[in-house]
């Protein structure tokens, strides 16, 4: 009993102690903090943590005894129908999803991959931890030659590991990636990293990568919280084709402001799925309604619904997901073809104006 009061005990100074507000580093941005990164002024704020526990908790048995996700026969195209339509689009300006957070861009002629996942769990301790009902559309030796890798934040369903320690060709691969994220490439053997805070730009051949700001958060251990930085990002080809990439986000007046200063993509790339419970997922994950605002602040022409049916991290449905995020768009004003609900393993043209 005594040992239990005391475990307890340091579980409570511990809350106390993570609910200190931080201080701004000297000479350093608003975001940059003596305990590490936190997100922009204005941006909605995560429940405490005693209130979003019980769900963590109860998580690993709602996988187990719950309701499995329901998976259309049209969800994911066949393997060879995925490689075909992307050596069809060789030389062109397209997308392809290749599930959650991953989409191959070809811009340019130059080949970028966003947030690669490839392995079965999202965990660093498989089997426990959130597994995908959906296998990657490819195998990673399926892939064309990777030019750039673009990562939005640490999170394991976005970094992760054994994907970019296999993929092919990764000494030639640049990874462009936020403040703190460069030792995991080195470490997985790669010769070109570039980590950029928000706001900072990069010119590589001839694609132009600029870190943006998100409202989300990092953490990979028990140890530390916030360490590295996230990012939302701008990927602009000298053609004029531009992408936005959002990465995971919650929904905040930030978005309006990158916007103002960073806005007019061909195509946004919008996180829609994991926003329930609202109690879990507030100031981490927009709603579907809300997601679509951030493609519609950075004056995007085009919306292509990511980070669903894939794998579940949160209670809702994919039907429900995809519902909401339609609904949301038509209340914008925003036209159907210009919402992008896409099979797995789809490519698609991006439509520029030029």
Not at 55 to 63: H, L, R
Not at 218 to 233: E, G, P, V
Not at 327 to 351: C, F, H, Q, Y
Request: net charge positive; with cysteine; proline share 6%.
């Amino acid at each position: 009993m005594f040992f239990f009061k005391c475990i307890v005990g340091v579980i409570f100074v511990f809350l106390l102690a993570s609910c200190s507000p931080a201080d701004q580093l000297p000479g350093k941005p608003w975001h940059h903090t003596t305990e590490g990164f936190r997100n922009p002024p204005g941006s909605p704020k995560r429940n405490d943590w005693i209130k979003r526990v019980s769900w963590y908790i109860e998580k690993p048995f709602q996988a187990i005894f719950g309701e499995k996700a329901k998976i259309s026969k049209n969800h994911v195209l066949k393997r060879n129908k995925a490689l075909e339509d992307i050596e069809k689009a060789f030389g062109k300006n397209t997308v392809t999803w290749l599930g959650h957070m991953t989409a191959l861009l070809q811009i340019d002629g130059k080949v970028i991959l966003t947030d690669p996942w490839f392995t079965s769990y999202a965990t660093p301790l498989p089997p426990f931890g959130p597994k995908r009902y959906v296998a990657p559309a490819l195998k990673l030796n399926d892939l064309p030659k990777v030019d750039f890798i673009v990562i939005s934040h640490n999170h394991f369903d976005h970094l992760d590991l054994a994907t970019i320690t296999n993929i092919p060709n990764k000494k030639e691969i640049t990874a462009i990636v936020p403040l703190g994220i460069s030792e995991y490439f080195r470490d997985a053997g790669y010769e070109h990293v570039v980590e950029l805070d928000w706001e900072e730009t990069i010119t590589l051949r001839k694609i132009k990568f600029t870190a943006l700001p998100a409202i989300h958060w990092s953490k990979r251990s028990a140890f530390y919280k916030n360490d590295t930085l996230w990012a939302s990002w701008a990927i602009r080809g000298e053609s004029g084709v531009s992408v936005f990439f959002g990465g995971d986000a919650e929904y905040g007046p930030i978005y309006a402001d990158i916007g103002k200063r960073h806005g007019d993509f061909d195509l946004s790339l919008l996180s829609v799925g994991a926003f329930l419970p609202r109690i879990v997922m507030r100031g981490a994950h927009c709603i579907p309604e809300e997601c679509i605002k951030i493609g519609a602040d950075m004056k995007a022409r085009n919306h292509l619904a990511m980070g669903w049916g894939t794998v579940r991290l949160g209670d809702e449905r994919d039907e429900d997901t995809v519902r909401r995020f339609k609904s949301g768009a038509k209340k914008l004003g925003i036209r159907d073809e210009n919402v992008w609900i896409m099979k797995i393993g789809e490519t698609r043209m991006i439509p520029t104006k030029w």
